[in-house]
């Protein structure tokens, strides 16, 4: 099988909608929604999971962090509930965001029900059409403390092959949201067909960091050819379970002579943590030279050569300590938030909020990301484009639309954290 992975299906929805790297957003936020614009990136973390569960619906499973939700006690009720709002359009299509329809739920959630659980797992359906994609705006709100999420989703019915005909189960029976997985648990998988056997093939490929963002160097094409493969046959619950021994890509199919499929990932023990040297030194390039990097890799002891060059940084242990909290805890963010067909801190994403930070203001459509550093609107700041790539292995693949204006604001991040400072976006 023979993929090309960088594969943007959105340059030109980014070219439109982002003119340079510098580009004006009032526009966007003053226009109606009818087009494809950037809806702003809101902080209510939530996790959506479309599954087609029949011929002319699909559930959506929506995941979200208890801690987030606040709590109240309304008129002449005596406990505590909290709520939450989904409002789901049904937009005209893919690149015309007029809603056709609007269906709105309403979820009561009294504390004593579920203050025990870390994550609340909701679910709802939503129509589709047959043989067709179906695109969805989702927003989520809490209502009592009026933070929100919104989603761009394409429930997708036109072949039972691709990954919404797939959900993974854990142990308590609820779906998994993540495709990610750190040990040798078996785990569960469902399709929504009499499927008796799936195909699965496993890539142990270990893709290069991301490239800084005015590198002009095209992105490397690779020959995706399984290092290993098997059947699994499903059980007399017409399950399937697999069990990920070695590290790697695991491509799981109802037709191994196409490319669609539900993939899962096996990375390092602890991910989306690092903490042995190895780990802890790969992240560094982003911030040292090449003659740097190398020497940390081939020392005898790299926990000691590791710490000395992160001393030799900080110019004290104390400082020292502060900038690896925050060095690596981005590292952390970036491979919960954007690990795709590899892990988080070596995607296009992962590389600039690692270096750079959580930018002032965040867009995001259907096909694009943009990420502005710096005060909106301002001719100073600057205006970072994704463009969402056609992965069959992921629904998270963003590539950075280079440029090398990047070049002076990039060396400044580095030099920053190169003199022992956390560089924040100001």
Same mark, same amino acid.
């Given at each position: 099988?023979?993929?090309?992975?960088?594969?943007?299906? @959105?340059? *030109?929805? /980014?070219? +439109?909608?982002?003119?340079?790297?510098? &580009? =004006? #957003?009032?526009?966007?936020?003053?226009?109606?929604?009818?087009?494809?614009?950037?809806?702003?990136?809101?902080?209510?973390?939530?996790?959506?999971?479309?599954?087609?569960?029949?011929?002319?619906?699909?559930?959506?499973?929506i995941s979200?962090?208890?801690?987030?939700?606040?709590?109240?006690?309304?008129?002449?009720?005596?406990?505590l509930? @909290?709520? *939450?709002? /989904?409002? +789901?359009?049904?937009?005209?299509?893919? &690149? =015309? #965001?007029?809603?056709?329809?609007?269906?709105?739920?309403?979820?009561?959630?009294?504390?004593?029900?579920?203050?025990?659980?870390?994550?609340?797992?909701?679910?709802?359906?939503?129509?589709?059409?047959?043989?067709?994609?179906?695109?969805?705006?989702?927003?989520?709100?809490?209502?009592?403390?009026?933070?929100?999420?919104?989603?761009?989703?394409?429930?997708?019915?036109?072949?039972?092959?691709?990954?919404?005909?797939?959900?993974?189960?854990?142990?308590?029976?609820?779906?998994?949201?993540?495709?990610?997985?750190?040990?040798?648990?078996?785990?569960?998988?469902?399709?929504?067909?009499s499927?008796?056997?799936?195909?699965?093939?496993?890539?142990?490929?270990?893709?290069?960091?991301?490239?800084?963002?005015?590198?002009?160097?095209?992105?490397?094409?690779?020959?995706f050819?399984?290092?290993?493969?098997?059947?699994?046959?499903?059980?007399?619950a017409?399950?399937?379970?697999?069990?990920?021994?070695?590290?790697?890509?695991?491509?799981?199919?109802?037709?191994?002579?196409?490319?669609?499929?539900?993939?899962?990932?096996?990375?390092?023990?602890?991910?989306?943590?690092?903490?042995?040297?190895?780990?802890?030194?790969?992240?560094?390039?982003?911030?040292?030279?090449?003659?740097?990097?190398?020497?940390?890799?081939?020392?005898?002891?790299?926990?000691?050569?590791?710490?000395?060059?992160?001393?030799?940084?900080?110019?004290?242990?104390?400082?020292?300590?502060?900038?690896?909290?925050?060095?690596?805890g981005?590292?952390?963010?970036?491979?919960?938030?954007?690990?795709?067909?590899?892990?988080?801190?070596k995607?296009?994403?992962?590389?600039?909020?690692?270096?750079?930070?959580?930018?002032?203001?965040?867009?995001?459509?259907?096909e694009?990301?943009?990420?502005?550093?710096?005060?909106?609107?301002?001719?100073?700041?600057?205006?970072?484009?994704?463009?969402?790539?056609?992965?069959?292995f992921?629904?998270?693949?963003?590539?950075?639309?280079?440029?090398?204006?990047?070049?002076?604001?990039?060396?400044?991040?580095?030099?920053?954290?190169?003199?022992?400072?956390?560089?924040?976006?100001?």
């Amino acid at each position: 099988m023979q993929i090309q992975l960088k594969q943007s299906v @959105a340059i *030109l929805a /980014v070219a +439109s909608l982002l003119v340079g790297c510098f &580009s =004006n #957003y009032n526009a966007i936020k003053n226009q109606k929604k009818t087009k494809a614009t950037l809806e702003q990136i809101t902080q209510l973390a939530t996790q959506v999971l479309p599954y087609n569960s029949s011929s002319d619906s699909s559930t959506i499973y929506i995941s979200v962090i208890n801690d987030q939700l606040l709590y109240a006690k309304y008129t002449n009720e005596e406990e505590l509930t @909290a709520q *939450l709002k /989904v409002e +789901s359009y049904r937009l005209t299509s893919i &690149s =015309n #965001y007029a809603p056709l329809d609007t269906f709105t739920t309403l979820f009561t959630l009294p504390l004593v029900q579920y203050k025990r659980q870390a994550k609340i797992t909701l679910t709802l359906k939503l129509p589709a059409t047959p043989n067709f994609e179906t695109p969805y705006k989702i927003t989520i709100t809490d209502v009592n403390r009026k933070n929100e999420a919104q989603h761009f989703v394409v429930l997708n019915k036109t072949n039972m092959l691709n990954r919404q005909n797939f959900i993974l189960s854990t142990a308590t029976q609820n779906p998994h949201f993540s495709n990610v997985y750190s040990d040798s648990t078996p785990i569960t998988l469902l399709h929504n067909s009499s499927a008796k056997k799936i195909y699965a093939r496993c890539f142990k490929t270990k893709f290069p960091i991301a490239l800084p963002p005015f590198s002009m160097t095209p992105n490397a094409t690779y020959k995706f050819i399984p290092d290993s493969s098997f059947t699994i046959v499903s059980n007399i619950a017409k399950q399937f379970q697999i069990t990920m021994k070695q590290q790697g890509l695991y491509h799981l199919q109802l037709d191994s002579l196409k490319k669609e499929g539900v993939t899962l990932f096996k990375f390092t023990p602890d991910y989306p943590n690092v903490s042995n040297s190895k780990q802890l030194i790969l992240p560094m390039r982003y911030i040292l030279s090449t003659q740097e990097y190398d020497e940390l890799l081939a020392a005898t002891n790299p926990k000691e050569a590791l710490d000395k060059v992160w001393l030799n940084i900080a110019g004290s242990a104390n400082k020292a300590r502060e900038l690896i909290r925050a060095y690596y805890g981005r590292v952390k963010t970036a491979n919960e938030k954007y690990t795709s067909y590899t892990e988080g801190w070596k995607t296009d994403r992962g590389m600039l909020y690692i270096v750079c930070g959580e930018p002032q203001t965040s867009y995001k459509n259907m096909e694009a990301e943009t990420w502005i550093y710096g005060e909106e609107n301002n001719f100073r700041s600057l205006n970072f484009a994704f463009a969402k790539v056609n992965n069959p292995f992921t629904n998270n693949d963003y590539e950075l639309t280079r440029n090398a204006l990047y070049r002076d604001y990039w060396y400044l991040a580095v030099d920053t954290w190169r003199s022992g400072k956390v560089f924040m976006n100001q």
